[in-house]
């Protein structure tokens, strides 16, 4: 069964650095997004991606925040300079319609 | 601003009981999802609701939406162990011409006792 992959399970950073988190969305998706989960609280929306731009992003997702497909198959997000508070869990999800299906998560620990 | 009220937040149970949890909603939407998520795992989507009376259900599980209240019930019948997880609903929105946003209650942790 096609399933979101996204890569790494866990990155460590220092406070200050640049991350890349990576996700593989369902080949014949076409709309994706990326949510955080902070430990212990509820799934936020940080932004939706459909054809090639921005379609919609929350309040979290600040100029720190950036969206990419570089190719036809990757879906990144990037943290351009960490802080302690970006620590959470970040989902990816990709959807052709309705249903929204969702990868295992990264866990980003900012140090 | 959407918001998602879902409760109760935490919940015991012996296994065997029934119980129902709450997911309110504040504007109008169609669409309610709810999810499953074990103890550092990722969101495994269990009902998609897509109007107002939908009833599913699988297995001890069954999910209800009424519109109208703006209110979604996950009842729980006869419960065992493996229920337990943290269970959240979430509302959808459409974008234009750009996919859904989902937004999230704040979860039910339930816990199933012997």
């Known amino acids: 069964e096609p399933e979101v992959t996204q890569t790494p399970s866990h990155q460590v950073t220092q406070m200050g650095q640049e991350v890349i988190l990576r996700c593989v969305p369902i080949s014949n998706h076409l709309y994706f997004y990326w949510y955080r989960q902070i430990l212990g609280q509820k799934v936020e929306f940080l932004v939706s991606f459909y054809n090639n731009e921005i379609s919609e992003k929350s309040e979290i997702f600040d100029d720190q925040f950036s969206v990419e497909r570089p190719d036809g198959s990757n879906f990144t997000l990037k943290i351009r300079s960490t802080k302690l508070e970006d620590s959470a869990m970040y989902f990816c999800?990709?959807?052709?319609?309705?249903?929204?299906?969702f990868g295992a998560g990264t866990r980003l620990s900012v140090l | 601003e959407l918001k998602v009220e879902q409760n109760p937040l935490f919940l015991s149970m012996q296994e065997g009981k029934n119980y129902t949890i709450y997911c309110n909603y504040s504007?109008?939407?169609?669409?309610l999802y709810w999810y499953r998520q074990d103890p550092g795992k990722s969101l495994e989507s269990l009902f998609v609701l897509l109007s107002n009376g939908a009833v599913k259900q699988e297995g001890r599980l069954m999910a209800s939406l009424d519109t109208k209240a703006r209110l979604s019930t996950l009842h729980i019948t006869a419960a065992v162990h493996d229920l337990s997880a943290t269970y959240f609903c979430a509302v959808d929105q459409i974008l234009y011409n750009a996919g859904n946003m989902l937004t999230f209650g704040g979860g039910t942790r339930l816990m199933v006792k012997p």
């Open positions: 999800a990709s959807s052709e319609e309705n249903i929204q299906y």
């Open positions: 504007t109008t939407s169609d669409r």
